[in-house]
């Protein structure tokens, strides 16, 4: 006898929770945007790569260290790292004019059109490192999408912890969502694609940075898991819901 299982669609899903730093809000250009004047001030030096390497490394030190750290406060001790490592004088205001730029990261160019148009199709959810504060500026930036939202300081903890997962279907039990009404949308393996997949919940990896060798400015994980579906932006994961139906 021949069983034959059921392919996943994404009909089958009412319920989005989105990565929102990196996924939806271009955490990479805003990181640039800031970091190219201030090194040019002090007369350094640095490529974008160089940067967003750095980035990520201390961002992954500290993500260890303090797993309950929200993201946005991880900036300005990222920041002093970074410096340090490129024997700048870290400055205070430098450091809260860092974490203060997350309220003017820009959103993909793709995005609000793309969450627009799943927003008839589906409940849209945040679940993100940032605390309440950034998720407010950010939200904005992207035309106020979500109808529910997860953050780090409600949570207690980050990702790619467990508990934020666990945390957010608690939240969502009592609008009726189970796990298999959830598609977690998301760029990071690291925070998001890896964890996420072992607790088993379905997964659209948004492959931001496709076709580039390195992870920019997404610590690395150390390994990859297969997505249950995959876009390489979420203007494709758009065209892949449509052409589905």
């Excluded at 309950?68 to 004088?89: C, G, H, S, V």
């Excluded at 997949?197 to 940075?209: D, F, N, P, V, Y």
């Excluded at 920019?216 to 758009?238: I, L, N, Q, R």
């Amino acid at each position: 006898m021949i069983l034959y299982i059921a392919k996943m669609k994404l009909s089958d899903f009412n319920t989005l929770t989105f990565d929102v730093v990196g996924t939806l809000i271009d955490f990479e250009a805003g990181i640039l945007n800031w970091f190219r004047p201030t090194l040019c001030r002090h007369g350094v030096t640095k490529t974008d790569d160089e940067i967003l390497t750095a980035f990520a490394g201390f961002e992954d030190r500290h993500q260890q260290a303090e797993p309950d750290k929200p993201f946005t406060q991880m900036l300005p001790l990222i920041y002093r790292d970074m410096a340090a490592a490129w024997d700048l004088q870290a400055r205070d205001d430098d450091a809260q004019a860092f974490k203060d730029s997350i309220r003017f990261w820009p959103s993909f160019p793709d995005t609000v059109d793309a969450l627009r148009e799943l927003s008839t199709k589906y409940r849209l959810v945040a679940v993100t490192n940032a605390d309440t504060w950034a998720l407010k500026y950010m939200s904005a930036t992207m035309a106020a999408p979500f109808d529910e939202q997860v953050t780090c300081d409600e949570v207690g903890v980050n990702k790619p912890s467990p508990l934020v997962f666990e945390y957010m279907f608690k939240k969502l039990a009592p609008l009726g969502v189970r796990k298999p009404d959830v598609l977690h949308t998301a760029q990071s393996q690291y925070h998001d694609i890896v964890p996420a997949t072992e607790l088993g919940i379905a997964t659209m990896w948004i492959e931001r940075r496709h076709g580039k060798e390195s992870y920019g400015a997404t610590p690395k994980p150390e390994k990859v898991a297969t997505p249950t579906f995959h876009a390489t932006s979420m203007a494709d994961f758009v065209r892949q819901v449509k052409e589905e139906r």
